[in-house]
């Protein structure tokens, strides 16, 4: 069985993020949907929102899982007997850092692929950090976010 890991902040996931995950769903025969828990960054959704939003959003597919981890990502992706790492590339501007990061996972352990999938066109504009920002102002996120995130959104920073 063909096992892909799809790691990211998901602060909150976004319609391009879900876009990768369908896409390597069709491709692989598992995707899990991995939420890095010991980011550096500032969270606006905890890990367990994360994790709530991510599971009803990817509900319908049925070989996608949504999990958690801390750590190196290729010790968790051993762990889940993992081989695939997906990652979606948006501008010019990630391919240097994803392209650091694959040499680095390779490093660490030559199993591991690092599979990349072009961006959605509609979506090559589309970061978490920039749903934040335009939710936080009270501007419309329903092109970008589905439903049940953009309540969320909403519920967030009605406080
Ligand atoms: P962000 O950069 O939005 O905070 P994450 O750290 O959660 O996102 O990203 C997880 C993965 O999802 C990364 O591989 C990133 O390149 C990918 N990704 C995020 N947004 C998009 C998008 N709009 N189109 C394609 N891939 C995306």
Do not use: W
């Amino acid at each position: 069985m063909r096992i892909a890991v799809c790691p990211g902040s998901f602060d909150p996931v976004t319609y391009g993020h879900l876009d990768i995950v369908r896409r390597g769903a069709n491709i692989f025969d598992k995707v899990i949907v991995a939420v890095l828990t010991n980011s550096k960054k500032q969270p606006l959704f905890t890990v367990e929102e994360r994790l709530a939003l991510l599971k009803e959003v990817t509900a319908e597919l049925d070989n996608v899982e949504v999990d958690a981890f801390a750590g190196l990502l290729v010790d968790y992706m051993r762990q889940k007997q993992a081989k695939v790492l997906i990652k979606g590339l948006r501008a010019v501007s990630d391919f240097e850092y994803e392209m650091q990061m694959a040499a680095v996972n390779q490093k660490l352990d030559p199993e591991v692929e690092t599979f990349f999938m072009m961006t959605n066109p509609r979506y090559s504009y589309l970061s978490s950090s920039i749903v934040k920002e335009i939710a936080r102002y009270a501007a419309p996120v329903s092109d970008l976010v589905p439903p049940p995130v953009e309540q969320a959104l909403k519920a967030k920073f009605a406080r």
